[in-house]
């Protein structure tokens, strides 16, 4: 039983991650029909500014701070620089200048710092794990699931109370009639971009917080994940991709833990194999985006 | 107060509307009629900015051709798309809401949300609730309160009565006619022809992508031009 809620609370912090990342991909799908690929490298960047800032000796709160700050400022450049160029674009040439986007960050990293892993020593109490009479919980977990419902509160009350989050959300409907509303196209779009580059934002100083390091592809296998959880919960939808983050933490984590030993080196296919299983029974995902979009 | 010199619009290869001239005055209501696939809603869609075109579009003395549409909207040009395309996954009043986004203060955004609640007394019931869940009249009503939110000076109305019951077509034409004693010019695209020339003052016949007829809305309906639209002549 203890283990099992252990691995309860571990779920919740890995799904939580892929649920924001996830969020970050259908923020932008949903409005510009984008699956951003780049999206991995919002997080790389957020990790080594991180980085960065821990080399200069300078205090843990501000790099992650710089972090989560260039993960925004990363995000609206990709949308300015290589996105609107394409905008209106097939999604197909959506997805390979993502792709390009992707490499050329990648590659950006790996000859400009490293193309080994950079230590990211964060101190202690983030590490430390505390005992709730007979479970042992780790302080990153417990805190990655109190960021991510802050921030999913956060993004909640920005969607349903402000102008522009309203406007995001009647845009991944029918984007022209935003536009006849007045409504700036750049500004919902740019927006978007920054939302979700504040959501890999966080995921990625979690992701750091677990981990310890920093790579140039780092990125790679968590957007993977989101991309993943996005299909699972109905591409586009913003509840099914939070739903689908969880869902796919949840799979990954109790069966790393409860399968037998032999089994082991077959979870991932064994995940993806529920995944699939998920989807020919839901095709359209576990929650569908509601649209009315035209052609 | 708009001005539409040789407008064209182009799908590919598709030519929907072939050298359009148009002049709208000040505080009358200019009806665009013709068949199904005359041109009509691609010369709204030229108009406000949604399709490329060619040709010159003067609002106001302003140059607007080539403008994107939020930039043509904030100018004073607003347009009720055809099939009302409001937010249906939004509530009644997130639709109002952002029909007036870019016009004044959150607190004129309330004071002109309540005048369109106590316009449409069916948008207060339904304040709270989806907008896709109202009927077709409702949906019709919202969708020209959002527009009016942004209080426009020019609105152009695309087949406002389609697909509504009798009454509710005798509902948006009068409150058509009551928009335009209140100083609102409007450019209407309709297929019912009879109601249409009853209200306007100006009427244009569109077929093939060209005026056929333009003249005031008395002499269309003494004139077989209609009727030849209709037929294909």
Known sequence: MDIFIQQTI??????????LLALGLAVVFSIVRLINFAHGEV????GYGMWFVLLLNLPVLLSIAVGIVSAIVIAVMME????????GADVTTLLITSFAVSQIIQVLFQNGISARPVAVVLPDWLTASVMLGPVRLGMASILSILVVCAALIVLRALLTRTVTGIAMRAASEDFAVVQLMGISA??????AFAV???????????WVATRGSVDPLMGAIPVLKAFIATVVGGLGSLGGAVLGGFVLGAVEVYLQAFLPE???????AISLSIIVAILVLKPDGLLPEQTSRRS | MLDVASLSVRYGAIEAVRGLDLSVARGE????????????????????????????????????????PEEIARLGIGLIPEGRRIFSSLTVSENLLLGGAEHGSPNERKKRADEMRERFPILRERSAQKAGLLSGGEQQMLAIARALMARPKLL???????????????????????????????????????????????ALVLAQGRASFQGTAADVAASTAVEGAYLGH
């Not at chain 2, 013709?34 to 030229?46: F, I, R, T």
């Open chain 1, 10 to 19: 571990n779920a919740l912090s890995l799904g939580g991650i892929y649920a």
């Open chain 1, 43 to 46: 997080m790389t960047v957020t």
């Open chain 1, 80 to 87: 300015r620089v290589a996105f609107r160029q394409m905008r």
């Open chain 1, 186 to 191: 750049n500004r919902v779009i740019a927006t």
């Open chain 1, 196 to 206: 979700s580059g504040a959501l890999a934002g966080i995921a990625a100083v979690l």
């Open chain 1, 262 to 268: 032999a089994a082991l080196p077959y979870r991932d």
């Open chain 2, 29 to 68: 209501i200019h009806a665009i009629l013709g068949a199904n696939g005359a041109g009509k809603s691609s010369s709204l869609a030229g108009i406000s900015g949604l399709v490329p075109s060619d040709g010159r579009i003067t609002f106001e003395g302003t140059d607007i051709s080539g403008r994107p």
């Open chain 2, 156 to 202: 152009l109305m695309d087949e406002p009565s389609l697909g509504l019951a009798p009454q509710m077509v005798e509902a948006v034409f009068d409150l058509i006619v009551e928009l335009k004693e209140e100083g609102l010019t409007i450019l209407l695209v309709e297929q019912n022809v009879p109601m249409s020339l009853d209200i306007a003052d100006q």
